[in-house]
């Protein structure tokens, strides 16, 4: 199944982990000790985010650490901004628009 | 609304909602007309350098307009817009799909509900576009290439606003 970032963002235990791991890079047992719910959960989680590639792994020692890829959360940002930008761009058309066609029925 | 611009836009948290509000200085009758007329829609409703050519636009619950934002260089983008339900000078509601240029539709689309609201000397538009799918929604700005910026400061600010609401 394909995955994609707005699936990895669409879940609100998702958005608090991404935020969690913004701040610093946390092994999985960390991360779930911050949620009511059981480390088979967040696991799942993590692989969901994994394969949409907004988290990388990275092996210390024994232990896993799990980070957020910027570059990734940076196309999220780049979306919206497009996105917020073409209505900004259309309504600014449609009120000089407004305004043209006012002059004309005086 | 903000006091600083007329011009609002959210994402809702799961990210299929759009919302945009805007605050026009016209009355409702010209900002109906500009909505709902396609030698006026086609004037304003492709972002420069893009145009918008509309082949076809029957204004009326049931009927459609089939147009296209075509690009500098030329390139197509159909789509069509089919009208659920119209309450003249207050709210309309279409079906929006992309299309190919023989007017076939692809399989999920995204449901508009544009809302008028007289203030005299303004209007305000609200407008809140819920998409079908979130592959949809990825492929919404396909073709248009506005080539913006994005910096890593705008992330705290991005996961509060997808946090919210």
């Not at chain 1, 994609?4 to 609100?12: G, H, K, M, T």
């Not at chain 1, 959360?73 to 043209?100: H, P, Y």
């Not at chain 2, 539709?105 to 995204?110: A, V, Y």
Request: proline share 4%; net charge neutral; aromatic share 10%.
């Amino acid at each position: 199944m394909r995955r994609d970032i707005f699936q990895a963002i669409a879940d609100p235990t998702r958005r608090a982990i991404i935020t969690l791991i913004a701040v610093q890079a946390m092994t999985p047992n960390a991360i779930a000790d911050n949620f009511n719910t059981t480390r088979q959960a967040v696991s799942k989680h993590l692989r969901i985010l994994t394969e949409c590639e907004l988290v990388k792994q990275e092996q210390q020692g024994r232990e896993i650490y799990y980070s957020l890829e910027f570059e990734k959360m940076k196309e999220i940002d780049k979306w919206l901004d497009q996105l917020r930008k073409l209505w900004e761009t259309r309504f600014n058309q449609l009120d000089q628009l407004l305004s043209t066609m006012k002059k004309q029925k005086k | 609304m903000t006091t600083e611009s007329p011009f609002n836009f959210i994402v809702d948290k799961t990210a299929k909602t759009v919302s945009v509000t805007m605050e026009f200085n016209a009355d409702i009758s010209l900002v109906w007309d500009a909505f709902t007329k396609p030698e006026l829609l086609d004037q304003w409703y492709a972002p420069k350098p893009f145009t918008s050519k509309t082949k076809y636009m029957d204004f009326r619950v049931g009927g459609k307009r089939f147009y296209a934002m075509v690009s500098p260089d030329g390139q197509e983008r159909w789509a069509i817009q089919k009208y659920t339900s119209i309450t003249p000078k207050t709210n309309f509601k279409l079906w929006n799909v992309f299309a190919d240029k023989d007017e076939n539709p692809e399989p999920t689309g995204s449901d508009w509900n544009l809302n008028f609201l007289d203030q005299g000397d303004t209007t305000q538009v609200s407008i809140s576009i819920y998409n079908e799918s979130l592959e949809r929604m990825e492929g919404l700005l396909e073709g248009f290439k506005l080539g913006m910026a994005a910096t890593l400061a705008n992330l705290k600010e991005l996961l509060a606003t997808l946090t919210k609401k």
